[in-house]
T-cell receptor
Framework: TQLLEQSPQFLSIQEGENLTVYCNSS?????LQWYRQEPGEGPVLLVT?????EVKKLKRLTFQFGDARKDSSLHITAAQPGDTGLYLC?????????????FGTGTQLKVEL | GAVVSQHPSWVICKSGTSVKIECRSL??????MFWYRQFPKQSLMLMAT?????????EQGVEKDKFLINHASLTLSTLTVTSAHPEDSSFYIC????????????FGPGTRLTVL
């Protein structure tokens, strides 16, 4: 079973602060995706990283895929209340996974004014 | 593009009854659909994977006779929770993938099931 551990589990910060969320596994993934989910809604895809060492930026969000494709991080600069939500990483199996995703344990972020 | 809908968005039922949840890909043909369950403050747990016209593949620990999945067309999959009990109360989310999109799954908005 492939497990994805996210840290921290909960994070409450003030508007304008920076934060980093980590997603770690002992397994190698063909790709890794980050989602944000708001209460009562389905997860929304933020980014997909495929290449080891890849860095992608989405406005104030920076995503990095580890060189060995086992881990990833999400860094948010100058957080805003609109960034509040549940952040989930999800890894796609390297082979034979049939496109299955394994979701991380989740990081609940709250950004306060 | 790549919109997935679910119906109903929420449902309340009595213990012992069955509930059907629909998942539709609105603007693409879904080669594979996935069903997840999510408890409050927790992550998504994959329940089963279904391909059009074939039997669903269930994850370990998921009762296939309790959670019936039908994927009769390339745009529709249904999940029926049979003889529902309060412990089945959860947020059920489906997703769909399509050919040529790699590992990308497109998620529905979820269905909140409450069993009284």
């Amino acid at each position: 079973t492939q497990l994805l551990e996210q840290s921290p589990q909960f994070l409450s910060i003030q508007e304008g602060e920076n934060l980093t969320v980590y997603c770690n596994s002992s397994s190698v993934f063909s790709s890794l995706q980050w989602y944000r989910q708001e209460p009562g809604e389905g997860p929304v895809l933020l980014v997909t990283v495929v290449t080891g060492g890849e860095v992608k930026k989405l406005k104030r969000l920076t995503f990095q895929f580890g060189d060995a494709r086992k881990d990833s991080s999400l860094h948010i600069t100058a957080a805003q209340p609109g960034d509040t939500g549940l952040y989930l990483c999800a890894g796609a199996a390297l082979t034979g996974g049939g496109n299955k995703l394994t979701f991380g344990t989740g990081t609940q972020l709250k950004v306060e004014l | 593009g790549a919109v997935v809908s679910q119906h109903p968005s929420w449902v309340i039922c009595k213990s012992g009854t069955s509930v059907k949840i629909e998942c539709r890909s609105l603007d693409f043909q879904a080669t594979t659909m996935f069903w997840y369950r999510q408890f409050p403050k927790q992550s998504l747990m994959l329940m089963a994977t279904s391909n059009e016209g074939s039997k669903a593949t269930y994850e370990q620990g998921v009762e296939k006779d309790k959670f019936l999945i039908n994927h009769a067309s390339l745009t529709l999959s249904t999940l029926t929770v049979t003889s529902a009990h309060p412990e089945d109360s959860s947020f059920y989310i489906c997703s769909a993938s399509r050919q040529g999109a790699g590992d990308t799954q497109y998620f529905g908005p979820g269905t909140r099931l409450t069993v009284l």
